[in-house]
């Protein structure tokens, strides 16, 4: 068994924080099956204008849905401190361009960088998007020369050209919103995924073995 799963995130969005905290609780036991994971930071922004999408929270019927929907994620993946920011929603371009630059230059930093954002943003009410808020969440890793270049780096048109280019990478895939996921299973079939709650349906794709929704007996119910 092999494949690739591309996931496309922006710290702005709550469910790829869930998407993202699943796929590295899976990352053993995917690389066990061969399965290779490339995290893709994305303006999400940028794929709701793009896709003719909107916001959940911009939809009376939606933003009510998702109160529901993100309470219930929040308990299955544990996250139990999670609650949306009074600022939300927050313009992620700099972090988001932030993430690029570590990827490609600090990769061992990458990840735990990434988890670290959404843990400050959505479990401490960190506000990412100002620059000496930022500064303090990323001196947690990097020396004071780092993190000036990593500010150098995300205002610079190269950089800021890798956050669009990953953009259209995922617009390219058919995205409509985050987490969005590009898979490539076995035998080199390629389809997208929307959602952190379709990860049965990705190891279904990738025909490797899960289990998920099994009813228990009665003596084990929680009601
Ligand atoms: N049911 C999905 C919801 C994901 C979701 O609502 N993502 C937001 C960003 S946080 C989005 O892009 N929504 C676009 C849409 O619902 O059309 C999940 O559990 O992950």
Known sequence: MSGKITCYLDVVSPYSYFALLHLERHREALKSHNVEIDIVPVFLGGIMGASGNKPPWMLPAKAKYSTFDSSRAKKYFGVHNFKTPSFFPILSLLPQRALIFIKAQHPQFF?????????????????????????????????????????????????????????????????????????????????????????????????????????????????
């Open 111 to 223: 990840i735990p960088t990434f988890l670290d954002f959404y843990k400050e943003m959505w479990e401490n009410g960190i506000d990412l998007s100002k620059s000496e808020l930022l500064t303090n969440v990323l001196s947690k890793s990097f020396t004071e020369p780092q993190i000036r270049e990593i500010f150098e780096k995300a205002s610079s048109p190269d950089w800021k050209k890798k956050l669009n280019d990953n953009t259209d990478e995922a617009l390219s895939h058919g995205a409509f919103g985050c987490p969005w996921f590009w898979v490539k299973n076995a035998v080199g079939d390629e389809e997208p995924f929307f959602g952190s709650d379709r990860f049965h349906n990705i190891w279904e794709y990738l025909g490797l073995p899960w289990k998920d929704v099994e009813l228990l007996p009665k003596e084990r119910s929680k009601i």
